[in-house]
């Protein structure tokens, strides 16, 4: 079997052959000149949210949790968050959800709006503060995704806000950059 | 001895608190908001009282609420922990009014303390060396600015209230100073109700040094050697250690003297902490008094051997302090590090949510301070920290190694944590040379990315649990009724 994973903005394509009992080999590659070839692997699952496995005679014990779109697996103290690039493919056009990437003005968590240094119609630059926020009695700037102009301010000093909400869109200049001499 | 105290404060705190208690034999009574329901803290102690909602002006600052629950469970005595009301002098106020004891200094000696500018000048009078800046407490911008220009930039903003790194902005320049003023301004008004700021000279290769103190009733006052707490992020410490690699032996005894020098000029009472700043030429400067139990306190108890909230509840209740300066002295070296809820990758902005798994590290010489556990939730409304991880060993380096190998068996699955951050700079060869600053973080690992040595394991880990719940859900259904245990699915193992 073939799988792509994601992590970040990485994908690594994991070819998976199980064998009989708690074995399987399996070839990963990160790029199409970078692959490893593991071959005797042994595994095992010890609890909802642990799995061992024998990877050239070495033990290793991952903690595993399932998530939206994917799962948190912590090894050695490293953390990551990987989804199977298929899968998220096929839920994706089953529920096409808006897109709020990485392009608009959201907070991260819950928050208060403290302050709005932009005012409608200002024009902006990337990484410019256009709102900050307080989240757990600290404040953080929210910035500019992109260079624009300040076409809507949605939201007023004191709103909660929630992630997903959009609080200030941004309208692209049509010429990115204005040379300047 | 007190034989019934409340604890004002939810969390790893309460829960460190509580712990004592119980050596001692002493009840205790949690108090709680709506958010914390099944927190660590309530299931801890011998009763509860629900104070209100989640929002902390309506619970855990609300002192009237929480002087009614005490008389109401006729708690003699109330700690207070750290935040919330540990350093407000009205509380302690209350609390006599009710005739219960405040397990923690005098309102005055808080009220001189909690106002920097005031310590500053008590310090100054009682010939403790001060950062050089301002000294009053309602500046003009154009007098900020004229002072900024005196001592040279870049220059700090701080708020006259408070603390905990809020309200503090770093000024490189002045065109950014009025606008650090502002934010900085407001930011001490949401926090501690005070938008009072003042000015002082910011030293970016400076340690951050501070120094235990007990005083008792009695007059007695000892300092329970150094901590050092010079890494921080966004100006609030995630690492600290005791030993301070950069503290000789003369230098710790001038700087423990000029502690127990400041604390007396402060007519204190009770543990208390008081904060150095070391430069580089190892000159020292006060920089301000904490009037309370302190964070990063297990350090010093692992290597001291001293239980600080024991002394401290032995001061509250009218003992004098069996300790003398020297009975005081220090076995290893102890390092702790604080695991927030929060990602390292995003400007460690919090990270809320439910604690779906929680396992701790174990062994000799580790120990963790925890207000979580499996399935409870880390709420939006309070300081995400989840617990204090601490290592105590013979050296620097034999503590460094315990503290990675702990953090590398330390799990929290359902919220983000530093920890993958953390192993990093206690791997760092500047950290491990010992060579530490305040702005440390930002100089060494302002860009950091997680290494992602384990990737194709991580990757492995995966696809095996995937497989695992196929061949689960596979199963279901048939003639095993038991879920399949890890002798089912583990195979044979050749170990």
């Given at each position: 079997m073939e799988y792509n994973l994601q992590i970040k903005d990485k994908t690594i394509t994991v070819e998976m052959t199980l064998k009989q009992d708690c074995w399987l080999s399996a070839t990963i590659k990160n790029s199409p000149d970078d692959r490893t070839d593991y071959e005797q692997i042994q595994y095992g699952r010890i609890s909802d949210h642990q799995v061992r496995l024998m990877v050239n005679g070495q033990q290793i014990n991952a903690w595993i949790i399932d998530q939206t779109d994917g799962k948190t697996i912590i090894i050695g103290g490293e953390r990551f968050f990987i989804q199977d690039k298929d899968k998220l493919a096929q839920t994706q056009t089953l529920n096409p959800r808006t897109d709020k990437g990485p392009d608009q003005v959201t907070p991260p968590m819950p928050a208060v709006v403290i302050n709005v240094p932009v005012q409608l119609g200002d024009i902006?630059?990337?990484?410019?503060?256009?709102?900050v926020v307080s989240a757990m009695k600290m404040e953080t700037s929210l910035v500019a995704p992109h260079g624009g102009t300040i076409t809507r301010i949605g939201i007023n000093e004191g709103d909660k806000v929630m992630p997903g909400d959009i609080l200030i869109d941004i309208e692209k200049n049509e010429v990115d950059k204005i040379e300047i001499n | 001895m007190f034989k019934k105290i409340l604890i004002a404060n939810r969390g790893e705190i309460a829960v460190r608190v509580i712990q004592t208690c119980k050596d001692m034999n002493i009840k205790t009574v949690a108090v709680y908001s709506d958010a914390d329901k099944t927190a660590l803290h309530v299931l801890e102690a011998d009763e509860a009282v629900h104070i209100g909602p989640s929002d902390p002006s309506q619970s855990y600052l609300a002192m009237d609420k929480i002087i009614g629950a005490a008389l109401k469970t006729r708690a003699q005595a109330i700690h207070p922990g750290?935040?919330?009301?540990?350093?407000?002098?009205?509380?302690?106020?209350k609390c006599t009014q009710a005739e219960i004891v405040f397990i923690g200094p005098s309102a005055q000696a808080i009220r001189k303390m909690g106002d920097k500018i005031t310590s500053r000048k008590i310090m100054m009078a009682g010939g403790v060396p001060i950062t050089p800046g301002l000294t009053g407490s309602h500046h003009t911008l154009d007098e900020m600015g004229q002072k900024?220009?005196?001592?040279?930039?870049?220059?700090?903003?701080?708020?006259?209230?408070?603390?905990?790194?809020?309200?503090?902005?770093?000024?490189?320049?002045?065109?950014?100073?009025?606008?650090?003023?502002?934010?900085?301004?407001?930011?001490?008004?949401?926090?501690?109700?005070?938008?009072?700021?003042?000015?002082?000279?910011?030293?970016?290769?400076?340690?951050?040094?501070?120094?235990?103190?007990?005083?008792?009733?009695?007059?007695?006052?000892?300092?329970?050697?150094?901590?050092?707490?010079?890494?921080?992020?966004?100006?609030?410490?995630?690492?600290?250690?005791?030993?301070?690699?950069?503290?000789?032996?003369?230098?710790?005894?001038?700087?423990?003297?000029?502690?127990?020098?400041?604390?007396?000029?402060?007519?204190?009472?009770?543990?208390?902490?008081?904060?150095?700043?070391?430069?580089?030429q190892n000159r020292y400067y006060f920089l301000e008094m904490n009037t309370r139990l302190q964070v990063e306190h297990p350090v010093t108890e692992m290597i001291t051997g001293i239980d600080l909230v024991r002394q401290q509840l032995e001061i509250a209740a009218g003992n004098p302090l069996t300790l003398t300066q020297s009975d005081i002295s220090a076995r290893g070296h102890a390092i702790e590090c604080r695991i927030y809820a929060e990602d390292p990758e995003n400007d460690f902005f919090p990270s809320p949510g439910k604690i779906e798994f929680f396992k701790e590290p174990?062994?000799?010489?580790?120990?963790?301070?925890?207000?979580?556990?499996?399935?409870?939730?880390?709420?939006?409304?309070?300081?995400?920290?989840?617990?204090?991880?601490?290592?105590?060993?013979?050296?620097?380096?034999?503590?460094?190694?315990?503290?990675?190998?702990?953090?590398?068996?330390?799990?929290?699955?359902?919220?983000?944590?530093?920890?993958?951050?953390?192993?990093?700079?206690?791997?760092?060869?500047?950290?491990?040379?010992?060579?530490?600053?305040?702005?440390?973080?930002?100089?060494?690992?302002?860009?950091?990315?997680?290494?992602?040595?384990?990737?194709?394991?991580?990757?492995?880990?995966?696809?095996?649990?995937?497989?695992?719940?196929?061949?689960?859900?596979?199963?279901?259904?048939?003639?095993?009724?038991?879920?399949?245990?890890?002798?089912?699915?583990?195979?044979?193992?050749?170990?």
């Open positions: 902006v630059e990337k990484g410019d503060t256009v709102v | 750290y935040g919330f009301l540990s350093e407000n002098p009205e509380f302690v106020e900024a220009d005196e001592i040279g930039y870049p220059v700090l903003i701080k708020a006259t209230a408070g603390g905990g790194g809020k309200g503090i902005r770093i000024v490189h320049s002045q065109e950014e100073l009025s606008d650090a003023c502002e934010s900085a301004s407001r930011e001490a008004k949401n926090a501690f109700g005070n938008p009072d700021i003042y000015l002082e000279k910011f030293f970016p290769r400076a340690r951050h040094i501070e120094f235990q103190i007990l005083a008792d009733n009695f007059g007695n006052t000892i300092h329970l050697l150094e901590r050092e707490c010079s890494i921080q992020r966004r100006h609030q410490k995630i690492i600290e250690e005791t030993p301070s690699p950069a503290v000789s032996p003369s230098l710790r005894e001038e700087m423990g003297n000029t502690a127990v020098t400041a604390a007396k000029a402060a007519e204190y009472v009770n543990a208390g902490t008081i904060e150095f700043l070391l430069d580089d174990g062994g000799p010489g580790i120990r963790n301070d925890s207000g979580i556990y499996s399935g409870c939730t880390v709420p939006v409304e309070y300081d995400p920290i989840l617990s204090k991880l601490t290592t105590h060993g013979e050296t620097r380096d034999q503590t460094i190694a315990k503290m990675i190998k702990a953090l590398k068996s330390y799990i929290v699955l359902g919220v983000k944590t530093p920890i993958d951050f953390l192993i990093d700079i206690l791997s760092s060869p500047p950290f491990k040379e010992g060579d530490v600053f305040t702005n440390f973080i930002d100089t060494h690992f302002s860009t950091w990315k997680p290494t992602e040595k384990n990737r194709d394991l991580a990757c492995l880990a995966f696809l095996v649990d995937e497989v695992c719940k196929k061949k689960n859900r596979s199963t279901d259904g048939d003639e095993k009724k038991q879920p399949p245990g890890p002798f089912h699915t583990l195979g044979n193992w050749n170990l």
